[in-house]
């Protein structure tokens, strides 16, 4: 069945640094993966999305990898911020029709 | 600016009883759905629908029911409430006629079962 891997443990990292979170997904080939942010008590909001054709996407300081061979996604934030911090989700295309499947998601917290 | 809208943030129901999700969206969209999120799990989907009185199941949908009479409406149905249905429940929506069109989420429901 489709698996869908993302760092379990929160991240902590100091502001300024660049804060890179893994996805790892397994028996499936998404066409596509998004990345949504979420904060406590609020609803999941969307940040990019790369195609399988795409290496690398990126938005402000916002930077995104997916490598159909490893089945890997990384999602980077530059020069991070402490307004960062919060839950990133990944969520590769889970089969047409727009249906996303989401990881568990990584806390990221950015310390002064 | 686009608009998911939960009727309720909070909500406590008894084990048996008929519980009532309610979600409206504001833009349109013709594609619907249904998630949990639990911790550890991670948003699950229940159900979805493409269009009026569609709706197909998702990973998850014992326990649940949903109805798309309108549009902009798409509700969640537990027929008989139980402990297990404890948890946050997220509606989303996005276009249909677009591949990888961003989902739009509400704030969310924090459903308590006792």
């Known amino acids: 069945s489709q698996k869908i891997e993302q760092n379990s443990e929160a991240l902590n990292i100091q502001e300024g640094k660049t804060a890179t979170l893994t996805c790892n997904y397994t028996n499936y080939s998404p066409a596509y993966l998004q990345w949504y942010r979420q904060d406590p008590g609020r609803g999941p909001v969307f940040l990019l999305l790369?195609?399988?054709?795409?290496k690398e996407k990126r938005k402000e300081r916002l930077k995104v990898t997916f490598d159909t061979t490893l089945k890997q996604s990384l999602f980077h934030i530059t020069a991070s911020q402490p307004a960062d911090s919060a839950t990133y989700l990944c969520?590769?295309?889970?089969?047409?029709?727009?249906?996303?499947?989401f990881g568990t998601g990584t806390q990221l917290k950015v310390e002064l | 600016d686009v608009k998911v809208t939960q009727s309720s943030r909070y909500l406590v129901k008894r084990t048996g009883e008929k519980v009532f999700l309610e979600c409206v969206q504001d833009m349109d969209h013709e594609n619907m759905f249904w998630y949990r999120q639990d911790p550890g799990l991670g948003l699950r989907l229940i159900y979805f629908?493409?269009?009026?009185?569609?709706?197909e199941k998702g990973d998850i949908p014992e326990g649940y029911s949903v109805s798309r009479e309108k549009k902009e409406r798409f509700s969640l149905i537990l027929e008989s409430a139980s402990t297990n249905q404890t948890s946050m429940y997220l509606c989303?929506?996005?276009?249909?006629?677009?591949?990888?069109?961003?989902?739009?989420f509400g704030n969310g429901t924090r459903l308590t079962v006792t």
């Open positions: 790369i195609r399988e054709n795409e």
């Open positions: 629908s493409y269009d009026v009185k569609m709706k």
């Open positions: 989303a929506s996005n276009l249909g006629d677009r591949d990888g069109s961003p989902l739009h």
């Open positions: 969520a590769p295309e889970g089969g047409g029709g727009n249906k996303l499947t």
